[in-house]
């Protein structure tokens, strides 16, 4: 392809993701493909002879887009959102057209430097303190794939601060903390790290969120077996209920265990906190006091396109004095000099993508109110879905709903609640646990309309509705909402006539 074809190719191809953009609310929400519908239709080796390009790009209409599930299509409420906007494929674009493998400074001094100025502006924007700062430079901040990624790379940083300070310390003898709802990238980090995850319990009286008294109470009993804690993974804002840790208890527990490291992994909700009425609800002033870092992902609800997972550090040293590989031919002289960052010392891989591109395409289009402004429409999509919710007998809110994510469940139906007058709660928990399963069941059948995802918590079966997509609007929400009613509707005379055959 010389430059005149790909200039020609480059036009088709910003027409047809146009249109895609423009019919995205026709097309069906989640893939109506089934399993193997791509490998059957494929060749099972590469052509021998190049092919001409714009069969290529129809292949891609053809075969590709039936088999994407259309994350950012208005009735997507499940998961948590994933953003693609416009300016952030521009700035994917961009970024692609100048690639590189970013391993150092000297490889593309912008990359890097690009970079570090869009991590102190998006520490700025959501309220980071100033030792969180790429221009501290203490602390910092560094692009990483995933929320997951991240915590992996945190918790080598840890793991090798109190070996450090602990030199007697077994890694046989290390644990990872989690809670029962903490993401599952905390047992991903045990798991490749092959280290111990002790997850404490939460209640549903404490909204699901880890309490100091239980912290303190793991910490007395793992210390008298022997085991060593040395990072504890909170959260802002889980995935199952949007549930958040009480990090100043935490935070108070910590003070007598030093050496412990406390990373808060808010994924989602991190970016909220750019609005400052939720700053507060976000636990800003306990994450500026007591983190020793803090992740959030503005691929989720932050407008820019996946991959961009935030994470700050209150010290970098922790980060490169646990992870700095650095053979003769890839010392630089602005390297020796300590007069730049090279970031591959900040994560696990060596090679990495320009992603802060597309933060600043997004960041400067948007601006701040821009940014606050779509954070709010969420949230306020959200609240009027709970109202909807607390106006029906036929359903309940199962936790207070958390910024843009509200998790409910049908209610027992009035002639069995009579029935199962007397049972102990465990099997009334149970039998309306049934009843939910059928519930998801029924409008999953309308995943070309709808997509909605199910939870535990502890051990009760409910839905979550989570708005996020930039395209949705009231009227999303008013259309899900009668599918969701009438999907209730008749998963429960289902239900009812299946427990009357038992």
């Not at 700053?279 to 989720?300: M, Q, V």
């Not at 890839?330 to 000099?337: C, G, W």
């Amino acid at each position: 392809m010389d430059i005149e074809e790909f200039r020609k190719a480059g036009y088709q191809a910003i027409d047809r993701i146009c249109d895609y953009y423009a019919s995205l609310q026709e097309r069906p929400v989640v893939s109506q493909a089934q399993p193997g519908y791509l490998v059957d239709a494929l060749p099972s080796s590469p052509p021998e002879e190049a092919e001409d390009f714009n069969l290529i790009a129809d292949d891609f209409q053809k075969l590709i887009l039936p088999g994407i599930t259309n994350w950012q299509h208005p009735n997507f409420f499940a998961y948590f959102p994933t953003a693609c906007s416009l300016e952030g494929i521009i700035g994917d674009l961009y970024s692609s057209s100048v690639s590189n493998p970013g391993f150092n400074w000297l490889s593309s001094p912008a990359c890097t430097e690009l970079e570090q100025v869009v991590m102190d502006w998006c520490a700025k924007l959501i309220g980071l303190g100033d030792h969180f700062l790429n221009r501290s430079g203490v602390g910092g901040g560094v692009i990483q794939t995933t929320a997951s990624e991240a915590c992996i790379v945190v918790c080598v940083a840890a793991r090798a601060r109190y070996v450090r300070e602990n030199p007697d310390a077994k890694l046989e003898d290390l644990v990872i903390y989690t809670t029962t709802q903490t993401h599952s990238l905390g047992v991903k980090a045990g798991l490749v790290l092959g280290l111990e995850v002790r997850a404490l319990p939460v209640k549903p009286e404490d909204e699901y969120g880890l309490r100091g008294e239980t912290l303190r109470q793991a910490l007395v009993e793992d210390h008298a077996k022997g085991k060593r804690p040395f990072v504890l993974i909170g959260t802002v804002g889980t995935t199952s209920s949007g549930a958040i840790d009480n990090l100043e208890e935490i935070g108070e527990v910590l003070k007598d265990h030093p050496s412990i490291w406390l990373h808060v992994d808010s994924a989602w909700a991190g970016v909220a906190m750019a609005c400052p009425e939720y700053r507060a609800f976000a636990k800003l002033d306990a994450i500026n006091k007591y983190a020793e870092s803090y992740d959030t992902n503005f691929h989720k609800w932050g407008l820019v396109n996946f991959d961009a997972s935030m994470l700050w550090v209150r010290s970098r040293k922790n980060l490169t004095d646990a992870l700095d590989v650095t053979p003769e031919f890839l010392r630089t002289k602005q390297h020796d000099a300590g007069l730049v960052v090279d970031y591959r010392n900040w994560h696990l891989g060596l090679g990495r993508r320009f992603r802060s591109l597309k933060v600043w395409f997004v960041l400067r289009r948007y601006g701040v109110e821009g940014f606050r402004k779509h954070i709010r429409e969420g949230v306020e999509l959200n609240e009027y879905f709970a109202s909807l919710v607390r106006a029906s007998p036929a359903f309940e809110l199962v936790t207070t709903p958390s910024l843009a994510l509200s998790v409910f469940r049908l209610t027992l139906p009035p002639s069995i609640t009579s029935e199962l007058e007397g049972k102990d709660e465990a099997a009334m928990r149970a039998i309306q646990n049934d009843l939910n399963r059928a519930f998801h069941t029924r409008i999953s059948a309308y995943s070309d309309k709808i997509f909605l995802t199910q939870t535990m918590l502890n051990d009760t079966f409910c839905v979550r509705f989570a708005v996020g997509a930039q395209r949705t609007r009231k009227t999303h929400v008013d259309a899900a909402w009668t599918l969701i009613q009438e999907s209730a509707h008749r998963a429960t005379e289902e239900w009812l006539q299946e427990r009357t055959k038992a």
